[in-house]
């Protein structure tokens, strides 16, 4: 069992960075693929990027890619999301998730643990 909490979510003017942060507690993280969702309202829950477990893969959307980075540090429990040039089209709440063993790096399916969530607000 792990249990993940985002957070880092807030605020922001395009152009603007965020860095998300996802902590684990339960089970350590190195052995999840881990992963960022976001879901705008009205919209359906859509990927951002994954990691490997030991972080040398890592999978983007295109529309995020170049502006959004994905990390890992296993000895903290914590993966993050930095994110910068941030537009009005980012604007969702972000959502961390782990996958444990098999794993389809873009596939909500492939993930067995999720948190709660961290709203981010891009205004233009």
């Known amino acids: 069992q792990v249990q993940l909490v985002e957070s880092g979510g807030g605020a922001v003017q395009a152009g603007g960075s965020l860095r998300l942060s996802c902590a684990a507690s339960g089970r350590g993280l190195s052995n999840y693929a881990m992963a960022w969702f976001r879901q705008a309202p009205v919209r359906e829950r859509e990927f951002v990027a994954s990691?490997?477990?030991?972080?040398?893969?890592?999978y983007y959307r295109d529309s995020v890619r170049g502006r959004f980075t994905i990390s890992r540090d296993n000895a903290k429990n914590t993966v993050y999301l930095s994110m910068n040039s941030l537009m009005p089209d980012d604007t969702a709440v972000y959502y961390c998730?782990?996958?444990?063993?098999?794993?389809?790096?873009?596939?909500?399916?492939?993930?067995?643990?999720w948190g709660q969530g961290t709203q981010v607000t891009v205004s233009s």
């Open positions: 998730a782990a996958a444990p063993g098999s794993w389809t790096p873009r596939s909500a399916g492939s993930y067995t643990y």
């Open positions: 990691i490997s477990t030991s972080g040398g893969l890592q």
